[in-house]
């Protein structure tokens, strides 16, 4: 099978824009993710041992959530989250200092070319964002562009294979009074997990990308799969 560039339809690339996600999808992500994702974030916590003095890149930070876990379980790592959105960027500015976490930084910019040198960063991780790329293949170069040659980046998304029971247990933890509850399922159905990709098309693309090594396994208790790449 070979690699495989999606098309994106005109509703995708409407709730993709940088102003969607600063206006609408990133506020209302922001509040109910915490309560969804845990299980997605521990299985990161518990795959990442970086080095001592580790560098380490998150990419689609979104409000921060994992990237503030990561940077406190590992005080001697330099953490950097990076998004697209100015929003998303100030909201996990806002945990941070709430948090009193002093070596994570945040800051703006796209994926498609990350604004930082070749070969900078020991561990990098994206989760749930490389669906919304516009090129995934792009964005994956970018990392590995930036990847240090003995580095290893964690990329975490929503399968696009996963079954409705599967994603109707991960929407019942997503319960909100002010979110219609059959919206919400056909938005997950149909929008998040019925426009990512499915493991082995992110395998492909991830080989397209350069990647040497990459393995993929479903993480257990979720409609999400985890993606490890070496150069
Ligand atoms: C579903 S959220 C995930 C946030 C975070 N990684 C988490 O797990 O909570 C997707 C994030 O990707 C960001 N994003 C989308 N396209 C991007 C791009 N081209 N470059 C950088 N960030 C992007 C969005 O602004 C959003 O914050």
Known sequence: MNFVIKKQGIFKRFLDARWAWDLVQGPIYNRLVIKAASELYRRFIDEINPPQHAKILDVGSGPGFLTLLLAKKNPTASVVGVDYSPTQVRAADRLRIRNQIHNCSFRQGDAMNLPFRDASFDIIISVASIKHW??????????????????????????????????????????????????????????????????????????????????????????????????
């Open 134 to 231: 516009p090129q995934g293949k792009r964005g994956l170069q970018e990392i590995r562009r930036v990847l240090a040659p003995n580095g290893c980046a964690f990329i975490g998304e929503a399968d696009g294979g996963a079954t409705d029971e599967e994603i109707y247990r991960f929407a019942s933890k997503f319960t909100a009074w002010y979110v219609w509850d059959p919206f919400m399922r056909w938005y997950l159905r149909r929008v998040v997990f019925g426009q990512s990709y499915r493991p082995r098309e992110a395998e492909l693309m991830a080989r397209a990308a350069g990647f040497s090594q990459v393995s993929v396994e479903k993480v257990s208790e979720s409609p999400f799969f985890l993606i490890k790449l070496q150069k």
